[in-house]
């Protein structure tokens, strides 16, 4: 029996106001337009669960299925396209979940026009955003030993006036500038033998077709068979700008104007920089170069073509060429952010809860796990780690933290919290160890914002975890306008929203910190 879950806390819910049974006979089930969370599919001892007729298409919850139980938890990826909702196979009979009320993937060469596009277009730059922050990480892998502190600057410094990060756009924006400009004034043409009506002034050229015409044409001299308008049918040359090296160079424009586009909106705080303003002119010099390409009747060329001689021996059509292939793969991963903006979302989160520790006053760090940046994401994830991320002390309040992200063998009464990430603290020098723990639930939402009631729930769910030493949770959700920090608070619990950039990031930080530090100081006495 497969249940649907609205949170991945459902099993220690006792109203189990977030379960349903997928068996009642429906072969569709659609999800509210309130639900502000991911989805996940929970079957019980010794069942399976079969998304779109493959047991590996959804994501298992780490650490939720222990040895010997065999329950699965699984998290479900958002499809491209809400039509194409993900269909669960339970017992022979299959059940579409649909989620209306969540946009399309923006397509990559269009602006957006009504406002669902452009809602769904800010959900895109919001995944883009979480993705530019997990990429700090690589950046600051450059010095390990100072991994966290050097992530704690970039995320916390108030600096409006040092370079955005760099990007695909801006490498572009550097190397094919003087290219482009050189294309749009002399794209590749060839030239095309047509029949047309000439004046016989410019006739150039006849053929076997135009003589069989003019023969055929009343009168005896040649001015009389060509009429009135003194034109005959000849062989025209005109030239033709539609070949695939310049539809190349179009569809790689129009991509590139996006990406410039994106780019741009992303960092707003930072649009008076130079690397900003030279992103910006190369998206007008793009945008002023597909327009030029389409008067002339050049088509857009599809993904997947074959390059021609041009393509691959031209200097300038070759960058071009190179650089195309390269914004498909960017939007290839795009495509797979999409789908699993929730996991993204859980491994900024985690970013977010280590930075909001080394920050609270006096922090030390003891010990610190290694980190690996992948070179192609998995299913959103693009850190690789061990377990415990960190230990940090605490001098202030005389406690040891230990943060785990992602544990695969936890305790059994843990697992049940199916929280992705688990604070564990205890007292300097106490020889009972680590006898506390915070769940952490990093929400993604579509809309942002907080749930009204969501900190009362969980503080009735952690009261259920006493026996677990089980003494707080934190729900980190994204906001709603990107730009305010709200929280909502209840005795064992807060929830808070946390941006990727600006105030909202700050300010999100800033109260993880203040939750952590006072709530650990109180607890561990």
């Not at 199916?418 to 952490?440: E, K, M, Q, S």
Request: aromatic letters at 6%; charged letters at 30%.
């Amino acid at each position: 029996m497969v249940e649907l879950w609205r949170r991945p806390w459902a099993l220690t819910d006792l109203a189990r106001r977030h379960r349903m049974v997928l068996s009642d006979g429906s072969s569709l089930v659609e999800v509210d337009a309130d639900h502000q969370a991911a989805l996940w599919l929970y079957a019980r001892e010794g069942g399976r669960v079969i998304v779109d007729g493959r047991p590996e298409t959804a994501e298992p919850v780490p650490g939720f299925s222990l040895a010997g139980d065999g329950r699965v938890l699984v998290q479900l990826p958002l499809p491209l396209r809400r039509s194409q909702g993900p269909v669960i196979t339970d017992n022979g009979r299959d059940i579409r979940i649909l989620r209306p009320f969540v946009p399309d993937r923006p397509p990559a060469k269009s602006d957006p026009q009504t406002d669902e596009e452009m809602a769904a277009h800010r959900v895109l730059l919001r995944a883009m955003a979480v993705w530019d922050r997990l990429r700090d990480v690589d950046t600051a892998l450059a010095d390990p030993a100072h991994l966290w502190e050097e992530l704690r600057q970039r995320w916390t410094e108030q600096d409006d006036v040092s370079p955005p990060k760099m990007d695909i756009i801006v490498r572009h924006a550097a190397a094919l500038s003087r290219t482009l400009d050189e294309l749009d004034r002399a794209p590749r043409r060839i030239l095309r033998r047509t029949h047309q009506q000439v004046p016989i002034s410019r006739v150039q050229e006849l053929d076997r077709r135009a003589m069989t015409w003019l023969v055929r044409q009343p009168g005896e001299t040649l001015a009389e068979r060509a009429g009135d308008r003194q034109r005959i049918l000849a062989v025209a040359r005109e030239e033709n700008f539609d070949t695939l090296e310049n539809r190349v160079l179009r569809a790689y424009a129009e991509l590139a104007r996006q990406v410039a586009r994106d780019y741009l909106e992303r960092n707003r705080r930072k649009q008076l920089t130079s690397r900003a303003r030279k992103v910006e002119e190369f998206g007008r010099r793009c945008r002023r170069l597909a327009r030029d390409l389409a008067d002339r009747g050049v088509r857009l060329a599809e993904p997947g073509v074959t390059p021609n001689f041009v393509l691959q021996q031209n200097a300038r059509y070759h960058k071009v060429w190179t650089a195309w292939l390269e914004l498909l793969e960017h939007n290839r991963i795009l495509d797979e952010l999409w789908r699993w903006q929730a996991r993204s979302w859980e491994e900024f989160c985690t970013l977010a809860v280590m930075v909001s520790l080394i920050s609270v006053p006096g922090a030390q760090l003891v010990a610190s796990a290694p980190l690996t940046f992948l070179d192609e994401q998995r299913r959103g994830s693009w850190i690789q780690h061990d377990n415990p991320l960190a230990a940090i002390y605490l001098p202030k309040q005389g406690v040891v933290v230990e943060v785990r992200y992602r544990m695969t063998s936890p305790d059994r009464r843990l697992s049940d919290y199916a929280a992705p990430i688990w604070i564990r603290y205890g007292r300097a020098g106490d020889v009972g160890g680590f006898l506390h723990n915070i769940a952490v639930w990093p929400m993604w939402d579509m809309h942002g914002g907080l749930v009204n009631g969501e900190a009362a729930e969980i503080a009735d769910i952690i009261r259920l975890g006493w026996r677990a030493g089980i003494t707080a949770g934190l729900v980190l959700r994204p906001p709603a306008d990107n730009e305010q920090t709200g929280t909502e608070d209840a005795p064992h619990a807060l929830v808070t929203t946390i941006g990727t950039d600006g105030p909202a990031l700050w300010e999100g930080i800033k109260a993880i910190e203040r939750f952590l530090s006072s709530y650990i100081s109180v607890s561990a006495s």
